[in-house]
């Protein structure tokens, strides 16, 4: 048997949470770190094909509005000459109304000869945007995982012993002249010892921790708080008004920087007076 197995409830508890503290940083470096390198494994954008639906609706739409400017010369001619009608007369007409509108057909005749460009501008305004945000889809991240790896619990050294408070003594003990996480051991039900080095194993074994006790134990504290009161088997009397804010104040108190991470069951039974 481990020293100090037989502990009382509320320090089980709060020594789930202090650990739940530590390895719940390893957890969410180690996320971050997946998810750089599935950002790392996103290729390079290739250069896209402009929609030719797209194009041809401009080129339609040019075309249309060219042919209805001409149409409105022949028109407006044959009206001016309808009372004498002659075809001398008609293309005199036709000639003296298609002058005026010869810099705006000109403009829709470049309009329509520029289209070919104006798609190869949009390809490449299209692929220099992707490539824009591809090659900042790392931006900031590895300065953040730097920033994370400095709030890493340090390796363990037994000067720590009862001045960390992440290492009391009852945490630590020696075996075959190695350090034991005796917490960490028990908690997991490790048939062996798990010893603080290598760093990295123990590590690894703080990340198994965090998944397979702590959000246990948070999830079992969730439910309790959403349990509705009827369907306890023996359901308590009312909180007197004056127990209803520290509850609530409690319960917020008990929230830390890692949204997973909550008040655990024990505490909050202590709490409400169960």
């Known amino acids: 048997m481990w020293p100090h197995t ?15 503290n530590e390895s719940a940083k390893f957890v969410f470096l180690r996320r971050e770190k997946l998810r750089l390198a599935e950002l790392q494994r996103i290729p390079k954008p290739e250069k896209e094909s402009i929609d030719q639906s797209f194009m041809i609706g401009i080129k339609k739409v040019l075309e249309e509005e060219r042919d209805l400017v001409l149409r409105n010369v022949v028109s407006a001619s044959c009206r001016d000459v309808q009372d004498s009608y002659s075809l001398p007369l008609f293309q005199a007409a036709v000639s003296k109304r ?7 057909l000109a403009e829709l005749d470049s309009l329509i000869a520029g ?31 730097s920033e994370m790896e400095t709030k890493l619990p340090k390796p363990f050294e037994h000067t720590k012993i009862n001045v960390d408070p992440n290492y009391p003594s009852d945490r630590c003990t020696m075996v075959d002249n190695k350090w034991v996480d005796v917490w960490l051991t028990k908690y997991l039900n490790s048939k062996r010892p798990i010893f603080f080095e290598p760093y990295s194993t ?34 308590p009397p009312p909180f007197p008004p004056e127990q209803v804010v520290p509850i609530r104040a409690f319960l917020e108190e008990g929230q830390s920087e890692y949204p997973e991470q909550g008040t655990l069951k024990s505490r909050i039974y202590k709490k409400i007076g169960r």
Do not use: T
Request: negative net charge.
């Open 6 to 20: 037989l502990e009382k409830e509320d320090q089980v508890e709060k020594n789930i949470e202090l650990m739940g």
């Open 98 to 104: 298609y002058r005026p509108q010869g810099a705006r």
């Open 115 to 145: 289209l070919p460009r104006l798609e190869a501008l949009i390809e490449e305004q299209d692929y220099s945007l992707k490539v824009g945000e591809w090659s900042c889809r790392m931006n900031g991240l590895n300065q953040i995982l």
């Open 202 to 235: 123990w590590s690894e074994k703080m990340e198994e921790f965090y998944e397979k006790v702590y959000l246990v134990e948070w999830q079992k504290a969730q439910d309790l708080l959403h349990v509705p009161v009827a369907a306890k088997p023996e359901p």
